[in-house]
C-alpha cells in the first residue's frame, strides 16, 4: 500500500515518524512525502549569516539526503512560504493539496494532529487543509484515500527538556507502531542530516521522546485497543 506524509516544513518528517516510516518501507509499502515549504525562515538562519533563500536551499539539500537515508518511495518539496501559510488563501492551498494526492494515489494520508504538537501555526494549517481536503474528496463519491491519520504523541512521549509539546490521550490513539533497533537507527541518521539543526535537535530530545513506538490518531475511526499499522483492515 502507499501512504503519503504532509507536513509544512523539513524535519517534520524526522523529528517523529521517520522510524515508523521505514519500519512500513520495509514492510513493502510506498512510502511518499510532501512538505509545503523549504523552512528558509527558520531562525537558525540568523546564527549562520544566511538569507531566507539561502537557508531554504540548504534544508532542501538535507532533506534530500533524508530522502536517501530512509529510501523513500517519492519526495516533493514545494516553496511556499515558510511561517506565511496562515497568509495563504487556504482555497489555493487546498487545490495544490488535492492535485498532489489525485496524482499520486495513496492509500493512507497521514499530517499533524489538531494541536499540532508544536502548536505553531504553520502544523495547524497544514491539519486543517489536509482534514478539509480529504473531506472533501471522501464526499465527492469519486475515489479518495481510504484513511486519514494524524502522527501524534502519546502523554508519556513528554520528556523533560526545553520544549513542551502537546500530546493525544490513549483513549485518542488508534495506532501504536512498534519500532526495531534498525528503525530507531534509520530515524536518528535521518535527524543527523539536519545538520544546521543539530541543537535544536538535541534540545528537543527527540530520539529519547519517541521511544519505541510511533503513534498516530486515525480520523472518524476508533480502535480501542489500538492497532499496530496505518494499513490494519484496509
Known amino acids: 500500500m502507499k501512504v503519503l506524509y504532509i507536513f509544512p516544513h523539513p524535519d517534520d518528517e524526522s523529528f517523529g515518524p521517520a522510524p515508523a516510516m521505514h519500519a512500513q518501507l520495509q514492510g513493502g509499502h510506498e512510502v511518499c512525502l510532501l512538505t509545503y515549504t523549504r523552512g528558509g525562515a527558520t531562525k537558525v538562519r540568523h546564527e549562520l549569516g544566511k538569507t531566507v533563500d539561502e537557508m531554504g536551499e540548504i534544508r532542501l539539500k538535507e532533506m534530500k539526503e533524508v530522502s536517501r537515508v530512509l529510501g523513500l518511495s517519492h519526495m516533493t518539496v514545494l516553496n511556499l512560504p515558510d511561517s506565511g501559510l496562515k497568509n495563504m488563501d487556504p482555497l489555493e492551498l487546498e487545490k495544490i493539496t488535492e492535485s498532489f ?134
Open 101 to 234: 494526492i489525485i496524482n499520486l494515489r495513496p492509500d493512507v494520508l497521514v499530517t499533524y494532529p489538531v494541536h499540532g504538537i508544536s502548536g505553531f501555526h504553520d502544523h495547524l494549517v497544514t491539519h486543517a487543509i489536509v482534514k478539509r481536503v480529504f473531506c472533501k474528496m471522501k464526499k465527492s463519491g469519486d475515489w479518495y484515500p481510504r484513511r486519514l491519520a494524524f502522527f501524534t504523541l502519546a502523554e508519556s512521549d513528554q520528556p523533560d527538556g526545553k520544549f513542551r509539546l502537546s500530546t493525544s490521550t490513549k483513549e485518542e490513539i488508534d495506532c501504536a507502531v512498534p519500532l526495531s533497533r534498525q528503525d530507531l537507527l534509520a530515524g536518528e541518521k535521518a535527524l543527523a542530516c539536519y545538520k544546521t539543526y543539530k541543537k535544536v535537535i538535541e534540545d528537543a530530545k527527540v530520539m529519547s521522546r519517541i521511544g519505541e513506538t510511533v503513534y498516530y490518531e486515525f480520523f472518524d475511526e476508533a480502535y480501542d485497543p489500538a492497532v499496530s499499522s496505518l494499513f490494519h483492515g484496509l
